[in-house]
């Protein structure tokens, strides 16, 4: 079993696995079945569902509320909320993502997935990897975890 920070604002795109009769309209979807079905754990923070409410709703990305509540209630029904607590300083480009690692470290976290160009930086952070949806999508099916 894997453990994973979400860290999606929002989806990514259609997938289809080879080798599996399942078709994903965005890849949050995958992530969210396999956490559904017991193969992965899937960790969020407070503040982690606050950036995500608040990129969803800036005008650029005309996200109605309605649609930004049931993604942040998908979230929340399928991922183990974490309590951070802003030890972690300094580490990220942007400030507010120090709060993504520091949520990984409490969890114990293997991966951090994002499409956040602050934190795919990093690479890595002490043991968790940080990746986009897509590594992620392409490491499982490698291993045939689809």
């Known amino acids: ?3 994973l920070i979400y860290s999606l604002l929002f989806p990514i795109k ?8 399942r078709f994903y309209k965005y ?15 899937l960790f969020v923070s407070d503040k982690i569902l606050e950036e ?3 990129v969803m709703a800036r005008p650029k990305f005309k996200t109605e509320q309605e649609t930004i509540d049931k993604y942040i209630e998908t ?9 951070t ?7 990220c480009r942007d400030k507010d ?16 997935i994002t499409g956040d160009d602050d934190l795919l930086v990093l690479g890595d952070y ?8 897509g590594e992620y999508l392409t490491i499982n099916n490698s291993r045939g975890n689809t």
């Open 27 to 41: 890849s949050w979807h995958f992530i969210i079945d396999r956490t559904i079905t017991g193969l992965d754990e």
């Open 75 to 83: 979230i929340e029904k399928n991922c183990i909320k974490i309590f």
């Open 126 to 133: 002490k043991t968790m990897k940080i990746i986009t949806p």
């Open 85 to 91: 607590e802003g030890k972690i300083k300094g580490i």
């Open 97 to 112: 993502d120090d709060d993504k690692l520091e949520c990984g470290i409490i969890c114990n976290a293997d991966y951090i």
């Open 52 to 54: 995500i409410s608040e």
């Open 14 to 21: 259609s997938i289809w696995l080879p080798g599996s009769t």
């Open 1 to 3: 079993m894997l453990t």
